[in-house]
């Protein structure tokens, strides 16, 4: 049953924070982080706080089209050049996935807004349907299934039965990659039977506030650091902060970008790091960033350029880092032990 | 990993007999398999509780190294590197032997709880303590009854971990959770990664296991010894599902192969599973899925029991879904009483007993072939139905409807065998109606009340008998539950 990629929705591939593949990181051994804590008294622990968290405000334009009532309609992506992040989109090889999410009792705008503030539940979703159109570039609703069971879904294709949303993505990868979407509107008075898809079918406006976090301080040049964000209360968007959701932590390296180049690239946040460490946590509120992997060896912070420390939840619907902030590398003063414990320190 | 040693307390407590802890199941088969379970002891140790006890440990006479003349106690304690809920306790004595012993832990040293130990072995003796709340501090000593004098290790403090963050997150509300269940839920998560999963009254997971990848796991129930959780995992598509027994401390893990195996299974005594499996057949030159009962001995060997072909004629215009098996059974139980198996087929809105020895079916409920029908006549008494628990005469069923309904409802039906009529006594639908296209059960507990779980939109309620939300569990966005066992305490 491959719920996760049926609800978790197109909003996953809208923030860059979700498009890597979990594959290529290494899985942190949790055990071994919590030995280096609590063994190794030299190794420094970066406690994060609230005052060091990013803002991050999303609203989400999704457009309706107006089809009929009781119809089998068609989607067709094939004039599809640009994805809702504006990067190019080939509507043949980008387009893997087709999903539709039915919300019984939601409205548009309650589904925009739920996407938005990441308060969508399961109970939500009053049904969903998929499938992968190989190289077609538009399906029917009726090719759509349900774990590859054909439920006639068209049928359900009724006005008053609720909110359709049907996504394209790329990739299979449950919950990753979505790259478009749109409201599908089964209206009586319709005649229309064909939902063309655009660059604007959905829009997507963010604002990043980086320039408002307290940043967080670490030794420079320690490779051996652990995050502890056991102290966070709040996430990016204003929630509640669930520890628990924490499955990644990344930390990237930008040698010529400033925060407010990064505020204005946010949703390229991956794509333009000089570089880029990740690593895949289970539980816990600590990691250490020396098992984090990339493309060389975490060498520790330094003053070079901006760097980012996020803390990601991969499969969360909205996948805006729930902790993401920016690291001044400190210079231990002449006398000072390396390694020594940091305490936050406001700027 | 900790360790204590203390000296003795004060004489031993009285022993009144064991208390048996009580047991609900999800339908009369289960029974057995849970009192079996908890058989293994739980709840208070013998004399715990004792209110007129006048043995409580004494505050400054029993400190370490008082009595060096007395035997000590000492107990170590370890959480699970698998599933960091549990903890395993090991306790021993000087000398050897205890009358008796068990485990008191709680939030402090107050503890609180307390979970016995067999010494009728040699030491050091060993207990896993479940249904500790994750990501806390817990402190615990061991207690024996040794020489004649009960004594204490001193205080030992774990931690227990926190669950994945691949775990789908869940809300609690209702309007009376106080007054819900106080036990435990044993269920599945089913969404990539499906986890089975035991929630508490507060809704929290106090153990979880999970295969990882796609694996689905749609059941997931105690094993009969109460050292495992059992469950069923693949995909319909490949055929290459299982039982996996996982022992609850996670550092055993064993799976049967049983090809074909979908939705359901039961755990028969003497090792044996049964399970739905898929039954093709040829039809006109064309192959067709049925289902039938198969059951898998402990050394592997298979007996088919009954097929859905035996009983039901199949017709090209059965409104099935592609994918699945014409019939698409979806829930198996087993009486032992009667030793007889009952089946949930979907695909024919229907509900059959089968005669274990003999192979036969009788008492078919709902669809064309109903034995029972309402005061009207109507015998479409379900459609689309999924899990269902039997109780003597009343059924009670989870009714997924159709999408002209829109409506999933739990309903109880009071079945009179003699004149063939099925009253429906008893039903609940949430409010607003949900439509529950997939998955679903429902379980009735001591207290009247009932669980009704709407297993794909992710949405448990325990609701009174009329029909008041007191207690639900909202499943966050990604994952659905699979069927669920209610369980009023743990080993």
Redesign the interface.
């Known amino acids: 049953m491959r719920l996760r990629g049926a609800v978790y929705l197109w909003l996953l591939a809208a923030i860059p924070a979700c498009s890597g593949d979990p594959e290529d990181d290494d899985t942190a051994d949790d055990d071994a982080a919590d030995d280096d804590a609590a063994d190794d008294d030299v190794a420094s622990t970066l406690t994060l706080s609230d005052s060091q968290n990013y803002d991050f405000e999303g609203t989400l334009d999704i457009r309706p089209y107006d089809l009929a009532d009781g119809s089998d309609p068609l989607f067709d992506w094939s004039g599809l050049d640009t994805d809702l992040q504006g990067h190019p989109l080939d509507p043949v090889t980008d387009v893997d996935q087709v999903t539709i999410v039915v919300f019984r009792y939601l409205s548009e705008g309650e589904v925009e807004e739920k996407l938005s503030s990441n308060t969508l539940e399961q109970v939500d979703v009053g049904l969903f349907a998929s499938v992968d159109p190989g190289d077609a570039t538009s399906v029917r609703l009726s090719e759509l299934t349900l774990m590859g069971n054909d439920i006639d879904v068209e049928q359900y294709f009724v006005e008053g039965y609720g909110t359709w949303l049907v996504s394209l993505a790329t990739g299979s990868t449950p919950g990753v990659g979505t790259r478009m979407a749109a409201f599908a509107r089964p209206l009586p008075s319709e005649a229309e039977t064909t939902l063309t898809f655009a660059a604007d079918s959905t829009v997507l406006d963010f604002t990043v506030d980086l320039a408002s976090l307290d940043p967080l301080p670490a030794p420079a040049g320690v490779e051996e650091l652990t995050v502890d964000w056991s102290g966070v209360g709040t996430d990016g968007l204003g929630n509640a902060f669930q520890a628990d959701s924490i499955d990644r932590v990344m930390v990237g390296q930008y040698t010529s970008l400033a925060p407010a180049d990064l505020e204005e690239q946010f949703l390229d946040l991956e794509i333009l790091a000089d570089s880029l460490w990740r690593l895949d946590v289970s539980g816990g509120t600590e990691a250490a960033l020396g098992q984090a992997a990339g493309d060389a060896p975490f060498p520790g912070f330094d003053s070079a350029g901006t760097w980012v420390l996020a803390l990601q939840c991969t499969t969360c619907a909205n996948p805006a880092p729930p902790f993401l902030t920016l690291v001044e590398a400190q210079h231990a003063a002449a006398g000072e032990q390396e390694g020594a414990e940091v305490s936050p320190v406001p700027r | 990993m900790s360790e204590s040693r203390t000296p003795p307390l004060r004489k031993p407590r009285p022993q009144p007999p064991r208390r048996r802890p009580k047991a609900t199941a999800r339908a009369g088969s289960t029974a057995a398999l849970l009192a079996a379970l908890f058989a293994a002891g739980c709840g208070k140790p013998p004399g715990a509780e004792d209110p007129d006890d006048d043995t409580t440990p004494p505050d400054d006479d029993t400190a370490p190294g008082d009595d060096d003349a007395a035997p000590g106690v000492s107990v170590s304690a370890t959480v699970s590197?698998v599933i960091?809920t549990v903890v395993t306790a090991e306790v021993s004595v000087d000398g050897g032997s205890a009358q008796q012993a068990w485990i008191e832990i709680g939030p402090d040293e107050g503890y609180g709880r307390t979970v016995p130990l067999d010494v009728s072995g040699p030491a050091p003796w060993s207990t896993w303590i479940l249904g500790l709340k994750p990501s806390r501090t817990w402190h615990l000593r061991a207690v024996a009854v040794v020489e004649g004098e009960e004594r204490a290790s001193a205080d030992q403090v774990v931690e227990t971990?926190?669950?994945?963050?691949?775990?789908?997150?869940l809300?609690l509300s209702g309007s009376d959770p106080a007054a819900a269940h106080e036990g435990f839920i044993v269920t599945s998560f089913?969404?990539?990664p499906?986890t089975a999963v035991i929630l508490d009254r507060d809704a929290e997971p106090v153990w979880w296991y999970g295969p990882g990848g796609?694996e689905?796991i749609s059941r997931a129930v105690p094993s009969r010894d109460g050292r495992s959780i059992l469950f069923i995992r693949g995909v319909l598509?490949v055929p290459d599902q299982a039982i996996v027994r996982v022992s609850f401390d996670g550092a055993d893990v064993e799976a049967t192969p049983t090809p074909g195996a979908h939705h359901d299974f039961v755990e028969l005594p003497g090792g044996t599973y049964a399970a739905l499996v898929t039954d093709p057949r040829e039809v006109e030159g064309k192959t067709v899925d049925g289902d039938r009962i198969v059951e898998f001995g402990p050394g592997g060997e298979q007996t088919a029991i009954w097929s859905v072909w035996d009983t039901f004629e199949f017709s090209e215009a059965s409104d099935h879904?592609?994918?699945?098996t014409w019939s698409h059974a979806n829930a198996l139980d087993y009486d032992e009483d009667e030793d007889a198996y009952s089946v949930s087929l979907l695909g024919l809105d229907a509900i059959v007993r089968v005669d274990r020895a003999t192979g036969e079916s009788f008492r078919i409920v709902g669809g064309r072939l109903s034995d029972f029908a309402t005061p009207g006549g109507e015998t479409r008494l379900f459609e689309n139905q999924h899990q269902f628990e039997i109780d003597g005469d009343v059924l009670r069923v989870f009714d997924n409807g159709t999408?002209s309904s829109?409506d999933s409802r739990a309903r109880e039906y009071l079945l009179d065998d003699s004149t063939g009529t099925a009253d429906l006594v008893w039903s609940y639908g949430a409010t607003?109606p949900?439509?529950c296209?997939?998955l679903g059960d429902v379980f009735r507990m001591e207290d009247g009340h009932t669980l009704v779980n709407?297993g794909?939109?992710?949405?448990l309620d325990e609701v009174d008998e009329d029909g008041e939300v007191l207690w639900r569990i909202?499943?966050?966005?990604?994952?659905?539950f699979g069927y669920t066992t209610y369980l009023e305490s743990l080993p």
């Open positions: 590197p960091p971990g926190s669950p994945p963050g691949t775990l789908a997150g809300g089913m969404g990539e499906s796609t689905l598509e879904l592609a994918g699945t999408p829109l607003p949900l439509y296209y997939n709407f794909v939109l992710g949405q909202n499943l966050d966005l990604g994952a659905a």
